[in-house]
């Protein structure tokens, strides 16, 4: 292979050998002699006084060292835990400290915590930990969390957060509505779910005691972040943390925040001098990593007599859980802009209020906010085109943005930089059959049957990169978008890449190394990529999203244009000639019309490394530096179709045909973008069919596990097809735009819409999520009692994550470990 | 994910492991597979002071046919169970089942004896071998040797009628060659318990029909079988299923729901039993 | 308890306490830190390994139950510096992401098709799937797992044109 077509080859991942080997660490793999077993107390009760804490006979069990309850760890934190989210001005934010001190909020809040000298003993000893504890109402349901019934954070004085509008024309949407011929109006609830990363969060805190400073491991997606906050939160000196992300196994945005095991781990490492670490047991990750989705949407559209959206207006209820983590408020606001979808909608309204209840902390989960968007106007979507009694297929064709409209700027104001929805629905479309998938419909339904066809779409865009900082600084947010790439050319002629992006499975050392092969001409196989340690690439943003790509990927593509720039220069006074009449070719500058004249850039990086005979005016050594800042978000798109078969008596789902086609704009590795594009499918579909964290009333969590949370296993799901359509972007000079959230974006509303199309016939309109066996069968059954009139009435009165009927019982037989036997 | 302390005793033969229950009594705990018990331990949920390994008991393990039963030794792997080409030939309903339970790692490890002992009225197992007929060896060093109906073994959620220093041995099942057999098993995962289940097996005007999660213990269909056995179609005789049963709810499934699926899933068991004598297991 | 274990075919002993799981033995006492482990209910299979030639979850094995056992590891399936057939099928085919899910699928992988090549029967996708069951992965979908381990059971592996693995890079 050529380098100059690096950039669109299947190349295979250089991460794998190490992965697949044993040999890549994760950070609970990481040998730290020595270190001290941190073990957490957590509370067993959603909303609790604790009157009393009694740590004696834990402290005195063999191989503890030490037993610390809030009151004990006061002189650690400079601040409380950090939301870097303000999303208003008078945005109500409890303070949350690493262990709780007067009250508990959530099951699973940390009260106390153990060191050992075995992960065995620390665990032994929490059980030691006598905490006493004065029940208070659990607040699981969102609509209770607003009346403020009970009080969570009493100093605060009522349970909204926040309230956040999108100030726009209201006059528009008002006369939208009142001259539509048709308007529709849906209520969906975003049901909470876990993140469940297989890798559980893990720390290792390890304090250079004479050398000064420590180094904090951590299973995270954000080490430029967590440092930079954990000095914050801790008073350490900034220049005295260095944190490194060793090997990370998936995060799916679980992994975007700053933990108070993080921050536990840091300061007792530092303040006791000796290593500290812990490992997350999974019944921990689903109580105290944060959890996703968790909203009611309210969604009007109205419409003229054809069917062509005029307005939308969208309610929002967040639930924040019972404290704000690192981006927790910002997530509905991630999402407000995409509530018109991929629709050339001339008016729209958006307001969020979001409440505290006593449930783990909500966060960015894979898609953030985008999703849930994206679900409530392609579920509206298609009641739109139940109303107007036209085919889903039609009344999107009749709606879309047209291609001829971009660069398109939104009522929102934002602009979007390119697409094709026309084009890329019609592939998926075609690719699924869709036709012919409408005519077996009919013949089924004219046959009778209890097993029926449901054909259901979405077209969906995605808003992401997270940048241009000036954006996020308009939505409060409280650091930039910009992403750091240094590329350095070695003296033997290798390259080093440094990027201040962060992977956890996303393949960026293939990738980057791809991007620099084909701009520098050099063999990939020569790039080394680093990352994900603060003392090695000393800035950066991370990696969330989807902004890898569209804003590090590009900022690694401006670098090695600068480095050619220097080399350019080098080369032309070695080879006396005009740096203008250099043409770098496969990684050799040639003399325009002098074809023998001619410097390999291996030869001009040796050059530059001596420095024996550089121009006047230049610097040694051969590297560019660029912090890029995007003009623009990236905007990848996309058309989903999927067929189902639900059986009318037992309530199950069978996925038949999924077909995806996301255009994400240029694709540096489609290996890797479409296993991207297969994983967000799934985990969209999972959110469809499997997944949801279930609280009891009194705010148990009643899926803990992997048990009892169903994260889908192979047979689970289908075989996915996906169509290609490349669209690049105009805004960088890759034309990237990102892809790690597309197929999540898409997947949920496209089941659901297939399973509501597959019983329409039967009366039912709407389907609550997951669209478990259960749900599908009282769907049914609520249909035909009301005569056909749907569930809509009846879903308005269910809540996100709320499950009344769940039993309390933690050993009843569906709420067992084990694996079946 | 750490269990709690415990002493361990390797029997190395069944009169060790006997005299070590007797010595403990209540204390202590049978280890087979461990795959129902362990992960029960790794969650606390279980801590008992003792465990009696019996893993390394190989007279216990392993298929023979005696005349028209089959005798399955109680340390049989559910992989084995599932593989055995004796009952794949003599009692496929069984072989199948085996096949069900959790995953191929759980089946590696887990044993009949094991699953039967744990007495979980979400398992598979017992369903089957309650629609069979089967019986149950149970052993003691204080009175020996005695044979227990599975219709009489399993007596409470989780508990059964073993006493605490008796050890089970073997499974005894009647060979059923030209049968007719079905395993309904419904959940949502493949990996998961069913949310119900429901074994049938139908001979010559003998039926047995076994229930998975619809009560605090495995569950004999006795109206269903009945009826069928009477002549009654599949559908009439599911009609029956709810009879003595006393579902639970959970996230999965309400009651009402739950009720619900035990027809439709015994109706289809019914069906496929019929439809498919001297079938082999899929 | 004293225990011996065989393990990539190096018999190693140890000292553990009765509760000790293997999954711990082989990490925290062997260093043998491939074996992930992903859940506390026997769901995930990260932690899948070989024991006496099967598949087993060794989070729910007791090191004293394995005493005396045969033990094969994800280190244990590369040798001589080539990867083994599966592992190469899921470079090949991109059967993995962030790789903390792999050793279990591969070590559950192998196992599957030994046992499928014990039987005479042919795997197909449905098959596979169905193997896999009690192996949870987060990133993939499972559709290039699928793939890989069918690409590995037919025989359809190093036939890509581009593999480029880094010399050295494969312990």
Not at chain 1, 37 to 44: K, Q, T
Not at chain 1, 202 to 231: D, E
Request: with cysteine; aromatic share 4%; charged share 20%.
């Amino acid at each position: 292979m050529s380098t100059t077509d690096v950039i669109g080859s299947r190349r295979l991942r250089r991460e794998d050998p190490a992965l697949l080997t044993g040999e890549g660490r994760y950070t609970d793999d990481l040998p730290i002699p020595g270190a001290l077993h941190m073990a957490l107390v957590r509370s067993p009760f959603a909303h609790a006084r604790i009157t009393a804490i009694d740590t004696t006979e834990a402290a005195a069990a063999p191989g503890v060292r030490a037993v610390y309850t809030a009151a004990d760890l006061e002189h650690l934190w400079a601040n409380p835990m950090p939301c870097a989210w303000p999303v208003t001005d008078d945005m109500r934010n409890p303070a949350h400290y690493p262990l709780a001190k007067d009250k508990v909020a959530y099951v699973g809040d940390a009260v106390a915590l153990v060191l050992a000298e075995s992960n065995a003993a620390a665990r032994d000893a929490v059980e030691l930990v006598d905490v006493d504890y004065d029940p208070l109402e659990a607040v699981i349901d969102l609509e209770d969390a607003l009346s403020d019934r009970v009080v969570i954070h009493e100093d605060l004085g009522t349970n909204v957060s926040y309230r956040w509008d999108l100030e726009l024309d209201e006059d528009a949407v008002q006369a939208a509505f009142d001259g539509a011929a048709h308007t529709v109006s849906g209520r969906f609830v975003q049901q909470r779910l876990l993140p469940m990363a297989m890798e559980p969060r893990a720390v290792a805190a390890v304090p250079a005691p004479f050398g000064g400073g420590v180094t904090l491991y951590s299973a995270t997606q954000v080490p430029h972040i967590l440092k930079v906050m954990a000095a914050v939160t801790t008073g350490i000196s900034e220049a005295d943390i260095r944190v490194v992300a060793p090997s990370v196994g998936g995060g799916f945005g679980s992994k975007l925040n700053v933990y108070a095991e993080e921050l536990l781990a840091l300061a007792l490492a530092n303040e006791r001098k000796e290593p500290v670490r812990w490992v997350e047991e999974r019944g921990e990750n689903a109580q105290a990593t944060i959890h996703g989705r968790g909203q009611i949407q309210e969604i009007d559209l109205a419409a003229d007599a054809d069917g062509k959206v005029t307005g939308v207006r969208v309610r929002l209820i967040g639930d924040m859980g019972a404290y704000l983590q690192l981006v927790t408020p910002g997530i509905p606001l991630l999402g407000a802009f995409l509530y018109c979808g991929v629709y050339d909608v001339p008016a729209f309204s958006f307001t969020c209020t979001s409440v505290f209840t006593t449930m783990t902390p909500t966060d960015a989960y894979r898609g953030a906010g985008r999703p849930e968007a994206t679900y409530a106007i392609e579920r509206a979507m298609d009641l739109l085109a139940a109303e107007v009694g036209v085919d889903p297929a039609e009344i999107r064709r009749r709606n879309y943005i047209t291609k001829d409209k971009f660069p398109y700027t939104a009522v929102t104001g934002l602009e979007y930089d390119s697409g094709d929805h026309e084009g890329a629905a019609a592939i998926a479309l075609d690719l699924a059959g869709y036709e012919a998938l409408r005519s077996e419909q009919a013949e089924r339904r004219a046959a009778g049957g209890t097993k029926h066809l449901g054909i259901g779409m979405s077209s969906y865009f995605e808003m992401c990169g997270l940048a241009p900082s000036r954006v996020l600084a308009s939505l409060n947010y409280s650091a930039g978008g910009w992403e750091s790439a240094t590329v350095r050319m070695l003296p033997t002629g290798k390259v080093e890449v440094v990027s201040g992006a962060t992977p956890h499975g996303q393949g960026h050392e293939t990738s980057w190394s791809m991007i620099v092969a084909e701009r520098l001409g050099v063999s990939p196989d020569d790039v080394e990529v680093l990352h994900s340690d603060t003392a090695i690439s000393p800035h950066g943003m991370d990696t969330y999203g989807s902004r890898s790509l569209p804003v590090g990927g590009v900022a690694i593509a401006m670098a090695c244009d600068r480095v050619i720039d220097k080399a350019r220069q080098i080369a032309a006074h070695q080879l006396e000639a005009a740096a203008g009449d250099l043409e770098l070719s496969g990684g050799v500058f040639r003399v325009k019309g002098s074809p023998d004249k001619e410097m390999p850039l291996a030869a001009v990086a040796f050059e530059a490394f001596t420095a024996h005979d550089l121009p006047d005016d230049l610097e040694p050594t051969l590297e560019a530096q660029v912090t890029y800042d995007p003009p623009n978000f990236s905007w990848p798109f996309g058309t989903h179709v999927c067929v189902v078969e639900v059986d009318e008596e037992t309530g199950a789902v069978e996925v038949r045909d999924y077909v995806a086609v996301d255009d994400c704009g240029t694709q540096i590795n489609p290996m890797i973008v479409e296993g991207q594009v297969h994983g967000g499918i799934v985990q969209g579909l999972a959110q469809a069919l499997f997944e949801e964290a279930v609280f009891d009333a009194d705010g148990n969590p009643q899926a803990a596990s992997l048990a009892e949370y169903l994260v889908p296993a192979a047979p689970d799901v289908p075989s996915l097809r996906l169509g290609h359509s490349v669209t690049p972007s105009p805004t960088n000079s890759l034309g990237v735009k990102g892809v790690g959230e597309a197929g999540t974006i898409g997947a949920a509303s496209t089941v659901i819409n297939a399973i509501v199309d597959a019983l329409s016939h039967l009366g039912v309109t709407e389907m609550r999520m997951p669209a478990s066996p259960l749900h599908v069968w009282e769907a049914i059954q609520a249909a035909r009692g009301t005569g056909g009139e749907g569930l809509v009435a009846e879903i308005a009165t269910d809540t996100a994550g709320a499950d009344r009927d769940a039993p309390s019982d933690t050993l009843s037989p569906q709420t067992q470990p084990g694996g079946g036997a | 994910m750490i269990p709690a302390s415990f002493d361990y005793v390797r029997a190395s033969s069944p009169d060790e492991a006997l005299a070590a229950l007797a010595e403990h009594g209540d204390e202590a705990k049978l280890l087979a597979g461990g795959h129902s018990l362990l992960p029960l331990m790794k969650l606390r949920l279980a801590s008992p002071a003792v465990l009696v390994d019996v893993g390394r008991l190989g007279d216990l393990a392993g298929v023979r046919q005696e005349g028209d039963t089959v005798v399955v030794g109680a340390l049989t792997t559910h992989h084995d169970v599932h593989r055995s080409d004796v009952l794949r030939a003599q009692v496929p309903l069984l072989a199948h089942v085996a096949g069900q339970v959790g995953d191929p790692q759980v089946r590696h490890r887990g044993t009949i004896g094991g699953s039967l002992a744990h007495a979980d009225p979400a398992s598979d197992l017992p369903a089957a071998v309650l629609a069979l007929g089967g019986t149950l060896t149970a052993t003691s060093a204080a009175r020996g040797s005695r044979s227990i109906a599975a219709a009489d073994f399993f007596t409470g959620f989780l508990e059964s009628a073993l006493e605490p220093d008796e050890l089970l041995t073997e499974i005894r099942v009647p060979a059923v060659p030209d049968a007719g057999w079905s395993f309904q098993k419904f959940n949502r995962r493949a990996l998961d318990w069913a949310i119900v289940g429901v074994a049938a097996v139908h001979r010559n005007g003998a039926s047995g029909v076994g229930l998975v999660n619809m009560g605090p213990t495995p569950l004999l269909a006795a109206g269903v079988a009945a009826a069928w056995a009477g002549g009654a179609s599949p559908a009439e005789a599911a009609r029956r299923v709810a009879e003595g049963t006393e579902p639970g709810a959970d996230m999965n499934a309400t009651v009402e729901f739950r009720t619900h699926l035990a027809e439709v899933l015994t109706r289809r068991a019914l069906e496929e039993a019929e439809a498919r004598p001297q079938a082999g297991p899929g | 308890m004293r225990v011996t274990v065989t393990v990539n075919g190096v018999a190693r002993d140890a000292d553990v306490e009765p509760r000790t799981l293997l999954v711990h033995l082989l990490r925290e006492t062997l260093g043998l830190t491939g074996t992930n482990v992903g859940c506390d209910t026997t769901s995930c299979g990260a932690c899948t390994i070989h024991l006496d030639g099967r598949s087993v979850k060794s989070c729910t094995v007791l090191a004293v139950q394995a005493d005396g056992s045969d033990v094969t590891t994800i280190e244990g399936m590369a040798t001589g510096g080539e990867l083994h057939p599966m592992q190469r099928a899921f470079m090949e085919n991109h059967g993995l992401q962030c790789g903390y899910c792999t050793p279990g699928m591969v070590m559950a992988s192998t196992a599957l098709i030994a046992e499928a090549e014990a039987d005479g029967t042919t795997l197909d996708e449905r098959a596979v799937r169905e193997g896999l069951e009690g192996n949870l992965c987060r990133c993939t979908g499972y559709q290039n797992i699928v793939a890989s381990v069918l690409a590995c059971a037919r025989g359809e592996v190093g036939n890509a044109t581009d593999v480029q693995v880094r010399q050295g890079a494969v312990a």
